[in-house]
């Protein structure tokens, strides 16, 4: 017994046999494993190598990151591709996949398991990317209307995105998980996913959300639960200064450094600065987008790997893409109306998707469910985005007289 245990070649032989003996879903937890650790790599990589002190983000250096993100998501479609074509770690088989028409219209499941190629993976990786992309967009609104609201320097302004990407991948990775769940259990949720998307667009056509973040009933209980102080304290979240900080320049250096508190001038408990109150609200900004942009994607696939990996991509890259266009978006007229379009549209798709079969419910007769081709699902969705960027330089809007 001893010695098979202190036999490497036993321990070897072993696990070969275990791994060879192991289900498909086992080994795509190793697919899951190694994406979420090189998304740990670049953000390691982020916070601890390139933007370890906080600085103010050129629009050069957000150009060249945007373009780094943006590579890197669209490359990882050719993983995609091979992965799912040469099936590693069981990536395309046993996948949960849209039925075909003539199979539901024969009694068949709406959604089964079943193999999935290369090219049908990557071509539905790249248009849910492009999807949850053009969604990210409405945040960049809502980012750039809190920043303003809280007066966040410029120079600290990243470290509140990174964070706040932190919490995001958190939420949408046990959003997705917990929503591919249900829709594989129960297949009529994806019309209430449809009816949704459709209902949310409707509502960002007609009514306009209330802007002012001091309105937020999370800023209002957090400024009541926790002792709060309305100047910031370098990067620091919580603090236990009681008075503004002053600074001093380095002679020699020229660099900007903060003066120690006086004397007697700390607090025994700490508070919240308004980084903090900024952070939060870009957090509650991103749930609230999230439970637009996921059910979008699964009207794209069904495929947990998919969603999770377009989805954390698109989102990686909002950081940078916000200082790219922060100042600029608001000339964009016709982005809004564009990303309207689009929710409507992935809305109207998994409810021509989803609603048939279930048309006995309210006394019609079944009907074939409609499947919109992926390759036409992202000319729709690109046409709609260049047309928009098209109107709005061609058509810019006008200056409001003072």
Not at 66 to 86: K, P, R
Not at 293 to 310: E, L, M
Request: with cysteine; glycine share 6%.
């Amino acid at each position: 017994m001893i010695v098979s245990i202190l036999n490497p070649s036993a321990w070897l032989e072993a696990f070969a046999v275990q791994a060879e003996a192991a289900p498909a879903a086992d080994a795509k937890l190793w697919a899951y494993a190694g994406f979420v650790g090189l998304v740990v790599l670049f953000l390691a990589l982020d916070l601890g190598v390139f933007h370890r002190e906080a600085h103010e983000v050129s629009m050069k250096e957000a150009v060249t990151w945007s373009v780094i993100w943006l590579t890197c998501g669209i490359a990882f479609s050719a993983f995609v591709y091979f992965a799912y074509e040469h099936h590693w770690l069981g990536l395309g088989l046993d996948t949960p996949l849209y039925n075909t028409r003539e199979a539901v219209a024969a009694g068949g499941a709406l959604i089964v398991n079943g193999e999935v190629l290369g090219a049908d993976a990557a071509k539905q990786y790249l248009v849910g990317y492009v999807v949850e992309k053009s969604l990210a967009m409405d945040n960049i609104f809502v980012i750039a209307l809190i920043f303003a609201f809280f007066a966040v320097p410029a120079k600290y302004q990243h470290r509140v995105l990174f964070w706040g990407i932190i919490g995001a991948l958190l939420m949408r990775g046990g959003m997705i998980f917990l929503g591919a769940g249900l829709i594989l259990q129960y297949q009529w949720i994806l019309i209430v996913f449809g009816g949704f998307l459709v209902l949310t667009a409707l509502k960002m056509a007609l009514i306009k959300g209330n802007d002012d973040p001091a309105q937020n009933i999370a800023v209002k209980l957090a400024k009541k639960v926790f002792r709060t102080v309305e100047f910031y304290d370098g990067q620091k979240f919580f603090t236990k200064r009681t008075q503004k900080p002053t600074y001093s320049r380095d002679p020699a250096t020229g660099k900007e450094t903060m003066d120690p508190p006086p004397p007697g001038s700390l607090s025994a408990k700490w508070a919240i600065t308004p980084l903090f109150l900024a952070l939060l609200l870009v957090e509650i900004t991103d749930l609230v987008f999230a439970v637009d942009s996921i059910p979008a994607i699964f009207a794209i696939t069904p495929d947990p790997f998919i969603v999770f990996t377009s989805n954390i991509f698109a989102i990686l890259g909002l950081r940078s893409l916000y200082f790219c266009l922060a100042a600029l978006i608001a000339r964009f007229r016709f982005l809004k109306p564009a990303l309207i379009l689009i929710l409507a549209f992935v809305g109207v798709k998994l409810l021509l998707l989803s609603v048939p079969p279930y048309l006995p419910v309210i006394g019609l007769e079944k009907g074939q469910p409609i499947k919109i081709d992926t390759t036409a699902s992202l000319v729709a969705v690109l046409g709609t985005l260049a047309l928009a960027t098209l109107l709005s330089v061609l058509i810019p809007k006008r200056a409001t007289r003072a």
